[in-house]
């Protein structure tokens, strides 16, 4: 149902989501965020689904506060709200608020980025990237 390919372009950044429904009321999710001057910020993980809304919650090792995103699923896009966005090492003024169209219902394969780059997954939320 939510499983598919998002994203969203404003003038101020563009966002790029990928969503897998797991068994288990689950979601895996992979969320880039990338402001014009190429500054961007990734998040990725996989969590509770309670009806239509999913919560992650990342602290990293260079903040006391935690990371904080909200998945709202509605037909045909995402809404996703960032509490302590400061909290979430992404680039300066980098900001994944907002709505995600979506853009194909494809099962996602989780190694590629926006910008056409693989990646190999190598330790829960790192991953390195290899050129194509």
């Known amino acids: 149902m939510f499983t598919g390919v998002y994203e969203m372009k ?3 950044v563009e ?3 990928e969503i897998l429904q797991l068994p288990g009321n689950k979601i895996k999710y992979f ?19 309670t009806g239509d809304d999913a919560t992650d919650s990342i602290t990293f090792w260079n903040s006391d506060e935690p990371c904080i995103l909200h998945f709202h699923f509605k037909p045909g896009h995402v809404e ?9 090492g992404w680039g300066y003024g980098v900001r994944a608020e907002g709505t995600y169209h979506k853009s194909t219902k494809l099962k996602p394969d989780f190694r590629s980025n926006a910008y056409g780059e693989t990646y190999k997954v190598m330790a829960a939320k790192s991953f390195f990237y290899e050129d194509s």
């Open 10 to 12: 404003n003038r101020a």
């Open 15 to 17: 966002g790029y989501l």
């Open 31 to 49: 969320l880039q965020a990338i402001r014009p001057n190429s500054i961007m910020g990734e998040s990725e993980g996989i969590v509770n689904l």
């Open 80 to 88: 996703v709200d960032a509490g302590n966005v400061e909290s979430c």
